[in-house]
């Protein structure tokens, strides 16, 4: 099954809505994968192994591992838009 890292500099809430914002617009275009949210500084995301990371904040990760950009779903701007990119990444 494919893995996505939800990371956050964010608070716990902000976190959790991201999750099931993710989990609900992967479920309505008939696809599953294992979600893991982590908070930014403290994540490792070599032990995760993430097919794709979506980061919400300004910070950035120093890693090969394809990030999206997951303002959208704090914002409710674009939130289709970053559900098909990761999608890209895990079909």
């Given at each position: 099954?494919?893995?996505?890292?939800?990371?956050?500099?964010?608070?716990q809430n902000k976190m959790n809505k991201?999750?099931?914002?993710?989990?609900?617009?992967?479920?309505?275009?008939?696809?599953?994968?294992?979600?893991?949210?982590?908070?930014?500084?403290?994540t490792n995301v070599e032990d995760i192994?993430?097919?794709?990371?979506?980061?919400?904040g300004v910070n950035k990760l120093d890693?090969?591992?394809?990030?999206?950009?997951?303002?959208?779903?704090?914002?409710?701007?674009?939130?289709?838009?970053?559900?098909?990119?990761?999608?890209?990444?895990?079909?």
């Amino acid at each position: 099954m494919a893995k996505v890292l939800v990371a956050t500099g964010t608070s716990q809430n902000k976190m959790n809505k991201v999750v099931e914002l993710l989990k609900s617009g992967l479920a309505d275009r008939n696809m599953e994968a294992e979600i893991v949210a982590e908070n930014i500084y403290e994540t490792n995301v070599e032990d995760i192994n993430p097919d794709v990371i979506v980061l919400v904040g300004v910070n950035k990760l120093d890693t090969e591992i394809p990030t999206i950009d997951g303002v959208p779903f704090i914002t409710g701007i674009g939130i289709d838009h970053v559900i098909n990119e990761v999608l890209k990444y895990i079909s």
